[in-house]
């Protein structure tokens, strides 16, 4: 199966973080089922902290122990420093259901060099995937947002990460915000079963148009360069955001 773009337009974000719990948990129930655990990787940002705590509210009965969660990209900071990704996830989702702690692999955003946590934290997905030398993890679900510059993850516009085509996880060094972030890289997120991407706001509209209608250059919106080889995307919009397409 090639991979295939769905776009669902919600009316208000409040919709869309709803449609969005509903594919979560439709996602992480069928992962179980067909497969006996569910993998899947988290976005950070603003955007997703209130759908975790709509999934939060809404799971209680989704087989935790089978559920296991990592970061899409993680800032380059400690999980307790208020821009930590993991630490919106914990606060917000992780901290409330009954996900075993061993089930839970933040990235170690806390280790001063931050190539050296991108690799620590490739080898942590290798040595759970099992993959062999080559293999690329296939996760049942990566959550993803967008920024207004049409970045997703911490792929940046004309940034290094961007090249990267045979790790799975790097350091990548974001001028305009003078800061390294850890990311997953385009064959690791191009290898899901499943993205999600949610765009909420009026300062979305353009580059969602750019990536989802637009022939401009890739490399402007790393956004368009997320497409699962054998999976399947689907991007979850609000009405704000989807006012220019
Ligand atoms: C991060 C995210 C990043 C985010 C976008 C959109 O670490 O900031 O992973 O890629 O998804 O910046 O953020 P909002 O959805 O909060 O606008």
Redesign the pocket.
Same mark, same amino acid.
């Given at each position: 199966m090639s991979g295939s773009i769905e776009v669902r337009r919600l009316t208000t974000p409040q919709d869309l973080f709803q449609a969005a719990a509903d594919e979560f948990i439709r996602s992480a129930a069928e992962a179980v089922q067909k497969r006996g655990r569910f993998t899947v990787a988290l #976005?950070?940002? #603003?955007? %997703?902290r209130n759908l975790f705590t709509l999934i939060a509210a809404n799971a209680g009965n989704l087989p935790w122990s089978q559920m296991f969660f990592f970061w &899409?990209?993680? @800032?380059h900071v400690p999980p307790t420093d208020p821009d930590s990704?993991y630490r919106m996830a914990n606060e917000s989702l992780l901290s409330k259901v009954a996900v075993p702690a061993t089930n839970i692999f933040p990235v170690p955003a806390e280790l001063p060099d931050a190539a050296a946590a991108a690799a620590r934290y490739e080898q942590t997905l290798r040595k759970f995937f099992a993959t062999d030398p080559g293999e690329v993890p296939r996760f049942d679900l990566i959550l *993803? &947002?967008? &920024? %207004?510059d049409g970045?997703?993850? #911490?792929l940046f516009p004309e940034t290094a990460a961007l090249q990267e085509k045979s790790k799975l996880v790097v350091d990548n060094w974001v001028e305009k915000l003078g800061t390294s @972030?850890i990311t997953f890289t385009l064959p690791l997120l191009n290898a899901a079963g499943e993205v999600v991407f *949610?765009? #909420? &706001?009026t300062d979305?509209a353009p580059a969602l148009h750019e990536v989802l209608e637009g022939s401009g250059p890739t490399e402007k919106y790393p956004s368009k360069l997320v497409k699962p080889t054998d999976g399947q995307s689907i991007w979850f919009v609000d009405r704000a955001a989807a006012s220019l397409l």
């Open positions: #976005s950070g940002g #603003s955007t %997703p &899409g990209d993680e @800032r990704n *993803l &947002g967008m &920024g %207004p970045h997703t993850a #911490s @972030r *949610l765009v #909420s &706001g979305k």
